[in-house]
């Protein structure tokens, strides 16, 4: 059964770089048929999507934060990575990483990892 | 960027009713259109994809339709279990965009 487990600090500082990892496990990263990716929710409020990678590389940022934003596979490891830099209190929130169908509807979540910004 | 606007917010219910949230478009998406549940504290969860395909595992009184611009998301029978935020998702295309939530809670 597949599972995306998500990995990385609970606190940043603000002006920092937020980096986290996604760990796939009962599934390859490397299958052809789906795209990796990351949503946020902040505390109280809406889902936001980030981005998304396919393992041969092709990428998909959200504009609103693509100048700040870089996602990458490790197949080796079968993992999925999120850097976020220049953090502020704005990007406190839930980090999920998700699996989205080629083409189609995401169909698996990770249970998220909260990420808090403060000094 | 598609817009995606959910109706109602919020809604209370009792249990046994028939419940029906709305997801409207700000351009036609044709059916890339998907559902998912968010309870307290937890990953949301994935209902229907395509507008009306229901995931995996995801018990019948849950059904989708719609095309287009006009989705709605009905609940046949409503339990206590079914207490949750249901957001609606496009992925028509890039960026993916989801509607604000629609609360539903049981009276």
């Known amino acids: 059964q597949l599972q995306l487990q998500e990995s990385g600090p609970g606190l940043v500082k603000p002006s920092e770089t937020l980096s986290l990892t996604c760990t796939v496990s009962g599934g390859s990263i490397s299958s052809s048929g789906y795209f990796w990716g990351w949503v946020r929710q902040p505390p109280g409020k809406g889902l936001e999507w980030i981005a998304s990678i396919h393992y041969s590389g092709n990428t998909y940022y959200n504009a609103s934060l693509k100048s700040r934003v870089t996602i990458s596979v490790d197949t080796s490891k079968n993992q999925c990575s999120l850097i976020l830099n220049s953090v502020t209190a704005a990007d406190t929130a839930v980090y999920y990483c998700?699996?989205?169908?080629?083409?189609?509807?995401?169909?698996?979540w990770g249970q998220g990892t909260l990420v808090t910004v403060s000094s | 960027d598609i817009q995606m606007t959910q109706s109602p917010s919020s809604l209370s219910a009792s249990v046994g009713d028939r419940v029906t949230i709305t997801c409207r478009a700000s351009?036609?998406?044709?059916?890339?259109l998907a559902w998912f549940q968010q309870k307290p504290g937890k990953a949301p969860k994935s209902l229907i994809y395509?507008?009306?395909s229901l995931q995996s595992g995801v018990p019948s009184k849950f059904s989708g339709s719609g095309s287009g611009t006009d989705f709605t998301l009905t609940i046949s029978s409503l339990q206590p279990e079914d207490s949750a935020t249901y957001y609606c998702?496009?992925?028509?295309?890039?960026?993916?965009?989801f509607g604000g939530g629609t609360k539903v809670e049981i009276k």
């Open positions: 395509a507008a009306s």
């Open positions: 998700a699996r989205r169908v080629y083409g189609g509807h995401v169909d698996s």
């Open positions: 351009q036609g998406i044709s059916n890339y």
């Open positions: 998702q496009q992925y028509n295309s890039y960026p993916l965009t």
